[in-house]
């Protein structure tokens, strides 16, 4: 896997969230405050399968509601991730969102961080949540 640490993006995805700040921290729509951490995807398969990891401190150690969870990813993966891999050229396989309270290394487990993933696919230019 490689991990694109895409310093700009952040800054642009908190204009596109139109939440621009010194810490390039946003809301999505639950009020959870965000910051873009990194894209992760693998460098055989193209495109894929891209990862878009989020910072979220607030989601340390709570009992979300699923329904409020998934429709802020779904948020993310319309207002972000499906403007970047259509400018990356196409959309990828399947695109994975992930929520996470602390930054963590990809692929390695780590019990202390809470974390979220949901996965969708790009269908029509629309994303679709495909329930892990």
């Known amino acids: 896997m490689t991990v694109m640490r895409c310093l700009g993006l952040g800054a642009a995805f908190a204009v596109l969230a139109g939440a621009a700040g010194a810490d390039d921290r946003f809301a999505v729509p639950s009020g959870v405050m965000l910051a873009f951490h990194d894209i992760v995807s693998a460098p055989d398969d193209g495109l894929a399968t891209v990862r878009f990891r989020f910072l979220a401190p607030d989601i340390a150690g709570i009992d979300p509601d699923p329904e409020v969870i998934v ?40 019990p202390g961080v809470t974390q979220f993933f949901e996965r969708f696919r790009l269908e029509d230019n629309v994303c679709i949540w495909e329930a892990f």
Not at 80 to 91: E, H, I, L, M
Not at 98 to 106: N, V, Y
Request: charged share 20%.
């Open 71 to 110: 429709a802020d990813m779904e948020y993310l993966c319309a207002k972000f991730a499906k403007s970047f891999v259509t400018d990356a050229g196409g959309p990828p396989q399947e695109v994975v969102i992930t929520l996470m309270s602390e930054p963590t290394e990809f692929g390695v487990a780590n």
